[in-house]
């Protein structure tokens, strides 16, 4: 360890236990960068907001359903939103303690439905140091556009019973069609069809058959549905494109692929796929392959049309927000025979909820599973987690250890398959955001080499080849895999630091390059100078 007075980057007054400036500035600004540089390409054409920092230097509002701004994406179940305008770990201020705005209160146990299951509690407070708690309402727990459910009622609201019998009248109107086992019945019927009698709906994202033909004869539709697309039903079903609801993205097949090849090499042989159906979908792929692949998943998700293509031993539909199984105990209890299988061993749990989702919710949600994994009631399970992987943005890390302090957060970077900025290579952006959150240890969890990945000695964990170790910070500190030069360059911008900058990147190089640093003239006047600018920062 360095001692009292060691230079890090070339700088004095840094110490063990202490960041060097060139840490703590990149540390503090890498999410304004990201802000200002990169993620205002994430906002759609007109909107500017399917962006999870809602396209502005800043997280914009979480998902709630009253208008709260910003827009979403999701792979599966979840949407790419927003989440706490002008809040830099994009957080929502409703959700931490002492700031103003509308906080969630949970799930009450004798609380309202809507279509989307029963309803969350939350409670406005006003800001300031004396922050009073308004009047508490309960609101839909899926969706943040009062279009999408107006759901709405004041906790101490006396409700007539006219308007309760509406209420229950207008939730089975707005029930799907069909039950998930007719959708099942269905889909046996269908496939037992000649090839030119299959169609597809793309309206209204339903298999056909020749007998109701006539009732869409005004739709698009595909024709000659094959078995293959019956088998990768998210590359048939259109991606739902209401932004304040789930805008869906899905997981590429690179970022895909992967998943299921490390699930594999650790030992896995259950995934429970919570709003990941493209993982889902490649794990039934391959198990209706070959025999020799052991894997197998059970997709919880809120989209209820792949009930069309899974049987209800392979799908729940189920909301992540409530942990509300819409089938009712029977789909409670297929997953908790999921879990429980082989006593709880070799499971794990994959999800990638909406990034503008109340991070509470969700973990309540999460550790709700896990409780029900521990049911198995084997030794050890009470003291253990359930293995996971939670994907979602880095800037959420401190929100998530809040929750499950266990948690690491790994550099892999997520990719999603239709949408140009989050693609790999040379067609889509190259900095993901996304990350693998998880509470397996961090050095079992192996990066692929050949995307530009190493294993950290000091740290026993791999990270981006870009993200050199500090020894002063004794930790690879970026979260973006920069290097220091590069974000040193991007946040000293102005003319006054812009004059430094080159004798401050010639010190980075030479430190990143282990070559001897010359002593400054004035150090102390360049280390004053620069933490003056970073505070103004």
């Given at each position: ?167 229950e009248e207008y939730n089975r109107n707005h029930q799907p069609p069909f039950t998930h086992r007719q959708n099942v019945e269905r889909y046996k019927n269908f496939v037992l069809l000649p090839l030119s009698k299959r169609r597809f709906c793309q309206e209204c994202q339903q298999l056909l058959f020749p007998a109701e033909w006539e009732k869409h004869l005004d739709h698009q539709f ?316």
């Amino acid at each position: 360890m360095p001692t009292e007075g060691n230079k890090c980057h070339g700088l004095k007054g840094t110490g063990p236990g202490l960041r060097c400036v060139i840490c703590r500035a990149v540390s503090r600004r890498e999410f304004w960068f990201i802000s200002s540089v990169f993620l205002t390409e994430f906002s759609s054409p007109g909107g500017g907001a399917a962006t999870p920092l809602g396209g502005a230097a800043a997280p914009a509002a979480p998902l709630l359903p009253y208008p709260a701004g910003g827009e979403g994406c999701r792979e599966g179940g979840g949407s790419m939103a927003a989440s706490g305008e002008g809040d830099p770990e994009g957080l929502c201020g409703a959700e931490r303690p002492g700031a103003g705005g509308l906080a969630l209160l949970g799930l009450a146990p004798s609380a309202p439905s809507c279509p989307h299951g029963p309803a969350l509690l939350f409670v406005k407070t006003s800001q300031g140091k004396g922050k009073e708690e308004g009047r508490r309402f309960y609101a839909c727990s899926a969706c943040r556009d009062r279009k999408d459910c107006n759901f709405f009622q004041w906790e101490d609201e006396k409700v007539s019973e006219t308007r309760l019998a509406a209420r229950e009248e207008y939730n089975r109107n707005h029930q799907p069609p069909f039950t998930h086992r007719q959708n099942v019945e269905r889909y046996k019927n269908f496939v037992l069809l000649p090839l030119s009698k299959r169609r597809f709906c793309q309206e209204c994202q339903q298999l056909l058959f020749p007998a109701e033909w006539e009732k869409h004869l005004d739709h698009q539709f595909l024709c000659n549905i094959s078995t293959a697309q019956l088998k990768s039903p998210s590359q048939l079903l259109y991606p739902l494109e209401n932004k304040k609801t789930n805008a869906q993205y899905l997981f590429a097949d690179r970022s895909c692929q992967f998943l299921l090849d490390l699930i594999i090499d650790l030992g896995f042989r259950r995934v429970l796929s919570v709003g990941t159906p493209r993982l889902h979908e490649m794990i039934q792929s391959k198990a209706s392959q070959g025999e020799d692949f052991r894997v197998r998943s059970l997709l919880l998700d809120i989209d209820f049309r792949y009930s069309q293509f899974y049987t209800e031993d392979e799908f729940c539909h189920y909301n992540m927000f409530n942990h509300y199984f819409f089938g009712g105990e029977a789909a409670c209890e297929t997953c908790r025979k999921f879990l429980h299988q082989d006593n709880g061993e070799r499971v794990i749990m994959v999800t990638d909820p909406p990034f503008g989702g109340l991070v509470g919710a969700l973990a309540s949600s999460f550790k709700k599973l896990m409780a029900m994994w521990k049911e198995t009631g084997k030794e050890g399970h009470n003291n253990q987690e359930m293995p996971m992987f939670w994907i979602f943005p880095y800037f959420f890390e401190s929100r998530i250890l809040e929750f499950f302090p266990s948690f690491s957060m790994m550099d892999y970077q997520v990719d999603y398959d239709n949408h140009a900025l989050y693609k790999h290579g040379k067609t889509g952006r190259r900095q993901s955001p996304v990350r693998i959150f998880t509470n397996l240890t961090p050095s079992m969890i192996v990066l692929p080499v050949e995307e530009g990945y190493r294993f950290c000695t000091i740290c026993q964990r791999y990270v981006s080849s870009g993200n050199q170790h500090c020894e002063i910070c004794n930790s690879c500190t970026s979260k973006l895999g920069f290097t220091v030069i590069i974000a040193t360059a991007v946040l000293f911008k102005t003319t006054l630091v812009r004059r430094l900058m080159l004798a401050v990147l010639f010190v980075a190089r030479q430190v990143t390059s282990a070559v001897p640093v010359p002593v400054s003239p004035a150090p102390e006047q360049l280390a004053k100078l620069m933490k003056s600018k970073s505070s103004k920062l």
